[in-house]
């Protein structure tokens, strides 16, 4: 049997569609990884809302008690304004995991898409090489033939007297 001309082809698209496919699982595992971060973010700031909160009653409530000092006021709202202030950062982490989680939706639709045309090109080669198979296969029969035909055929001999005429 014959190689197979674009063998070394098919070599490389095969790489090239592995490698095409460990990129999608690569690219699967980061979005699942954003993903965790995220919801731990969420989490994070959902836990410190409640906490402030109730912290912020707290403050409040030791105030409503008694008599302040001078500048107690001030220093409760400036507590009160640093907690609102943490709760901002944590906002700001959770739009940040939430892009993160978006980006990394993005490159696995492309690493799908990408691995999807690894796979289309090396489909293409397998198609042309089964093609490629039947006709060697096809000239293989014919030359077979041909030559069970060139030694079955009779050899007649014109001319050389065998040949008798009856009267």
Known sequence: MRTY??????????HR??????????????????QAALERTR???????????????RMLDGLMRRVLKLGELADVRQDIALLRD????????????EAAVTQAEARLEVCRQQHAQAVRDLEKLFEHRALWQREVTHETERAEEAEFEDFST??????????????
Not at 43 to 57: S, T
Not at 86 to 97: N, S, T, W, Y
Request: glycine share 6%.
């Open 5 to 14: 001309l674009l063998q070394d082809l098919v070599r490389v698209r095969q």
């Open 17 to 34: 569609e592995e490698q095409a496919g460990e990129r999608v699982a690569r690219a699967r595992r980061v979005l699942k990884e954003a």
């Open 43 to 57: 989490q994070a700031l959902a836990d410190y809302v409640v906490w402030r909160v109730g912290e912020e009653r």
């Open 86 to 97: 943490r709760e901002f950062e944590l906002v700001d982490q959770v739009k940040q995991a």
């Open 154 to 167: 009779p050899v007649t001999r014109s001319g050389s007297g065998d040949h008798h005429e009856r009267n």
